[in-house]
């Protein structure tokens, strides 16, 4: 299964290789795919162990060290103080999809299932004390990929 799937490239690569896959949860192709609004559906079926691997593309537009202006810090990964409000929204909504994120590989650690949490090396997404409890957990690890199109 393939969240927060932006372009859902993982899933179109899954089914080319034959490899059963859930239609990939994207809100820009359906309101009815926003995981913020079945978070509890998702973590139930993560639970009943119906899902084996989960690829979570947790949106880091506001988490990138790239961005201008900054939104967030190394010292405040949960965003700055003094915010506008449309930048406290896309705050508010960036660490949303982070505690889905840490919440859905929760459940699926608990069954023994596998997760990945697609993020830049660099994101202070890592900085968030649920990431690094998360990272704690034996059989949990860090791996940088580097992608690229041919």
């Known amino acids: 299964m393939e969240l927060m799937a932006g372009e859902c490239i993982i ?30 559906e998702l973590s139930d079926l993560a639970l009943q162990a119906y899902v084996c691997l989960a690829w979570l593309g947790t949106v880091c537009k506001t ?23 449309d930048e406290q929204h896309k705050v508010s909504e960036g660490n949303c999809l982070a505690l889905f994120s840490v919440l859905l590989a929760a459940c699926l650690y608990q ?24 990272h704690m957990l034996q059989g949990v690890g860090f791996v940088e990929t580097t992608f690229r199109a041919h």
């Open 63 to 85: 988490y990138t060290l790239a961005r201008l202006p900054r939104l967030r810090s190394a010292l405040m990964p949960w965003g700055l103080y003094g915010l506008r409000v």
């Open 11 to 40: 899933s179109c690569g899954w089914r080319l290789h034959r490899v059963p896959t859930a239609v990939p949860w994207e809100l820009k192709n359906s309101k009815h795919l926003d995981v913020l609004l079945y978070w509890r």
């Open 111 to 134: 069954v023994q299932a596998y997760f990945i949490i697609e993020n830049p090396k660099l994101s202070l997404l890592w900085l968030l004390q649920p990431f690094m409890q998360l």
